[in-house]
């Protein structure tokens, strides 16, 4: 289906002769789904294509209630994203990444769209051989934090220079 599951298999045996496999799994997104993040967090998982095959893996989101837009990255398809879909501010980064940087452990970048400042970071995701067969990506609103920041540097200089003021007199 295109998605990324965390699974289990393990052998089951009757009079010491193998009998056959339970498996269990665990699609990611219902963890991510779980988890409940700050506000102003979005979680995104990306699937490399050379991984899918295209016309199962739209079949799949579909079944899934899911948005299927497979020419909207050029390396990698959106299996799942907690706001719907991947915003266009964040498709050319997700690009370059899944290009540029196969295999590094996390990448983060500062995005500004829509009159909002993100923190995006790409993790890769790995398969029980460790291959990268993807990322996990989460967009944080820094927004109200860098304007608070502001504020602090500009109360911090201002209050600064009134005590220096009154100091030197």
Do not use: C
């Not at 990506?137 to 504020?151: G, M, P, Y």
Request: proline residues 3%; glycine residues 10%.
């Amino acid at each position: 289906l295109g998605t990324f599951t965390l699974r289990v298999v393990q052998p089951v045996y009757a009079d010491g002769s193998l009998v056959g496999y339970v498996e269990l799994g665990k699609e990611i997104e219902d963890v991510l789904q779980a988890i409940t993040p700050h506000s102003g967090t979005q979680l995104a998982v990306v699937i490399r294509k050379e991984y899918l095959t295209r016309r199962t893996w739209e079949e799949g989101m579909g079944m899934l209630g899911r948005e299927a837009d497979w020419d909207q990255l050029s390396q990698g398809a959106v299996s799942y994203t907690s706001q719907g879909h991947l915003p266009d501010a964040f498709v050319a980064w997700t690009d370059q990444v899944s290009e540029d940087n196969p295999g590094k452990d996390e990448t983060y970048q500062e995005i500004a769209t829509d009159g909002k400042d993100w923190l995006v970071s790409a993790s890769p995701l790995r398969d029980a051989s460790d291959k990268q067969v993807g990322d996990l990506l989460i967009l944080q609103d820094i927004t109200d934090d860098k304007a608070d920041f502001a504020r602090l540097l500009l109360l911090g200089g201002t209050g600064g220079s009134v005590l220096l003021m009154l100091l030197l007199g």
